[in-house]
Nanobody
Framework: QVQLVESGGGLVQDGGSLRLSCASSGGTFSRYFVGWFRQAPGKEREFVAAITRSGSSTNYADSVKGRFTISRDNAKNTVYLQMNSLKPEDTAVYYC????????????????????WGQGTQVTVSS
């Protein structure tokens, strides 16, 4: 059973930066691709970014391209989301997620692809 724990959220001003971390335990993290999603109040959960198990390939939502960077350190069982040039519309609870197998990376932008989810970390960007 893979367990995921997000950290690094907080309150930041418009244009600021944050780095989120997603730490894994209970499984072989390096075997799976990992995704980040977010959910704002009153809105559906939306895809943010995903990274392959080796870290050689990444995928981003158009709304964050050029501002966010996903990376991973398999030795530390951790995936990161560096968020720069934050905007008030980035305010949401951010979740990391992992699939049951590594065969569905082509569907990495769909929340239904993922079986394991963290509890989320709040990111608030003030204007």
């Amino acid at each position: 059973q893979v367990q995921l724990v997000e950290s690094g959220g907080g309150l930041v001003q418009d244009g600021g930066s944050l780095r989120l971390s997603c730490a894994s335990s209970g499984g072989t993290f390096s075997r799976y691709f990992v995704g980040w999603f977010r959910q704002a109040p009153g809105k559906e959960r939306e895809f943010v970014a995903a990274i392959t198990r080796s870290g050689s390939s990444t995928n981003y939502a158009d709304s964050v391209k050029g501002r966010f960077t996903i990376s991973r350190d398999n030795a530390k069982n951790t995936v990161y989301l560096q968020m720069n040039s934050l905007k008030p519309e980035d305010t949401a609870v951010y979740y990391c997620a992992a699939p049951k197998n590594d065969l569905t990376y082509y569907r990495s932008s769909y929340s239904s692809t993922y079986a394991y989810w963290g509890q989320g970390t709040q990111v608030t960007v003030s204007s």
